[in-house]
């Protein structure tokens, strides 16, 4: 059985840093691509950033480009969501998806999400 | 940035209605269009893959459409479990953008 679970959420000051972890189980974590998808309360889906299997590719959301930072552990079946100098609109639920497959494909599983909120 | 726009961005129907949900993409993406569900407090579950290919355990009810620039989700035989937040999304290279979501009631 597949399962994402993130933790790190807490809150924090804005300008603080803080990370997120996903840890993986139940498929062949070196072979998918992984994601953060993040919500803000009552909002949409909004894409954070995806890694691909051996982190060939790394992708960010203009949102966070140059201050979080996507990363995996393929020994120890966890990706990571480095992120620095938070703001407040950067308060959601963060989610971990697996990528159907290693490179350009949909999500096909979700964790539960670990909640952020950035206010002073 | 290719964005996805859809509607209606609500609606309320009846148990055993045909819904429709439409998506465009401001550019044309082939067929990497996901449509995923989101019930109330829970995550998001990944319905429809590669536009029209039916993720494994969905119910047959749910189908899908579409290629380039515009896309349809549609929900045969509206049941009560079907309330929820139905969001598609773009995943062909980033952004890997979601649609604004298409809330669906029961009425």
């Known amino acids: 059985e597949v399962q994402l679970v993130e933790s790190g959420g807490t809150s924090v000051q804005p300008g603080r840093s803080l990370r997120l972890s996903c840890a993986a189980s139940g498929f062949t974590f070196s072979e998918h691509a992984m994601h953060w998808v993040r919500q803000a309360p009552g909002k949409g889906l909004e894409w954070v950033s995806s890694v691909s299997s051996s982190s060939g590719d790394i992708d960010y959301a203009d949102s966070v480009k140059g201050r979080f930072t996507i990363s995996r552990d393929d020994s120890t079946n966890s990706v990571y969501l480095q992120m620095n100098s938070l703001r407040a609109e950067d308060t959601a639920l963060y989610y971990c998806?697996?990528?159907?497959?290693?490179?350009?494909?949909?999500?096909?599983?979700w964790g539960q999400g670990t909640l952020v909120t950035v206010s002073s | 940035d290719v964005q996805m726009t859809q509607s209606p961005s609500s609606l309320s129907a009846s148990v055993g209605d045909r819904v429709s949900i439409t998506c465009r993409a401001s550019q044309h993406i082939t067929n990497y269009l996901a449509w995923y569900q989101q019930k109330p407090g829970k995550a998001p579950k990944l319905l429809i893959y590669?536009?029209?290919t039916l993720q494994s355990g969905v119910p047959s009810r749910f189908s899908a459409s579409g290629y380039g620039t515009d896309f349809t989700l549609t929900i045969s035989n509206l049941q009560p479990e079907d309330v929820a937040s139905y969001f598609c999304?773009?995943?062909?290279?980033?952004?890997?953008?979601f649609g604004q979501g298409t809330k669906v009631e029961i009425k």
């Open positions: 590669g536009a029209s």
């Open positions: 998806a697996k990528g159907l497959r290693g490179g350009s494909s949909s999500f096909d599983y």
């Open positions: 999304q773009k995943y062909n290279n980033a952004p890997r953008t």
